[in-house]
């Protein structure tokens, strides 16, 4: 089977739960389909030799609205998906080159959803008018997909609710997945020490991209009333706008000078220093407002870690609450109350660290036996014999 898989993100470049997802199934995909992967990147012959080619933004188009470059890589990845028998795209920055590859090589199209534009209404304060096209693309091409995947429950229901042109019968649940060789505890404390953390007190870790969507001004005020005792660690970085950018910096400017052991890290670490990081927290957490699924809080559990996140999209998929970890009500009616909840939430498992402990371990096991990337692999082929069964 010839598949072409269509992703912004790819390593090196993977800043989000999506480029996580597109790198390890691709890397299991490879040894049950003949794989082509075109991903952003610079230079459009690097990495062919393995089944790699890297698309950038038509240089026309530099410092165009970026829904336009987007679209300029879209057509050319579409034009290099010749002989390839099926296409699987993943977010809407490959959504429409998915689209257009369906229609110009007569080939089906598999379309992953790792979020929906409807739902992520603050992406017009970084797109501006890039945001009803980039809402244009991923509703041109849910509708018109011979199949969509949704990341979870949570999410086939809120395809079915931002589309309801797209036939439910389209629409299978693959969970994302987490390699739990790569995420497993690590007793080091180099890391740590290297970055100022203080291994002997306990600490809450935030991993993730400062957007509305991941909540961390949420999280920022949430922590004014964390035990003194505790650290608070930011790794935090690619800010969608200048707006949140400075939003997050006056907030946590202003924890810092009320209180020790806050600790913000903006850069993107390797992978073996974040699983550190995991590892030591007593406690993960997770303050996003909306999630489709949330790669990060499997990884955290994966490194026996105890999470406490927002109740929102798929994430009670994936923490059990009460069993890996505590969940939080998010009303965005009431964003005081969730802060205020999210607070008392931390320092229930900063206090009890025993407990924390135990969710951490239920979390490592529910890791292991539930989401591996084998397994979502051969879920995905799944999807794909079935459409081109279907077609025979």
Known sequence: MKVGLLTREYPPDVYGGAGVHAEFLARELRSLVDLDVHCWGRGTGEGAAEGLTRHRPWPALDGAND??????????????????????????????????????????????????????????EQLGGGYALSGWAERTAAESADAVIAVSGAMREDILACYPAVDPAKVHVVHNGIDTELYRPDPGTDVLERLGIDPARPYV???????RQKGVPHLLRAARELDSSAQLVLCAGAPDTPEID??????????????????????????????????????????????P??????????????????????????????VSGLLVPYEHKDPEGFERDLGRTLDELLADPARAGAMGAAGRRRALGEFGWDAVA???????????????
Request: glycine share 8%; charged share 20%.
């Open 246 to 291: 400075a939003e997050f910096r006056v907030l946590f400017e202003e924890l810092s000078r009320g209180r020790a052991g806050v600790h913000w890290i903006p850069e993107m670490l390797p992978r073996p220093e974040v699983v550190q990081l995991l590892t030591h927290a007593t406690v993960f957490v997770c303050p996003s407002v909306y999630e």
């Open 67 to 124: 829904a336009l470059r987007t679209f300029s890589v879209d057509l050319a990845m579409a034009a290099a998906l010749a002989g390839r028998e099926l296409v699987h795209s993943h977010t809407w920055y490959a959504s429409l080159a998915g689209h257009v590859g369906k229609l110009l090589h007569g080939i089906p199209h598999v379309m992953t959803s790792h979020s929906l534009e409807p739902l992520r209404p603050w992406k017009a």
């Open 293 to 322: 699924l949330g790669i990060v809080n499997l990884e955290a559990m994966a490194c026996g870690t105890a999470v406490v996140a927002s109740r929102v999209g798929g994430i009670p998929e994936v923490v059990q609450d009460g």
């Open 378 to 392: 051969r879920r995905t082929v799944e999807v794909y014999e079935e459409i081109l069964h279907a077609d025979r």
């Open 205 to 211: 870790l935030f991993v993730g991209r400062i957007t």
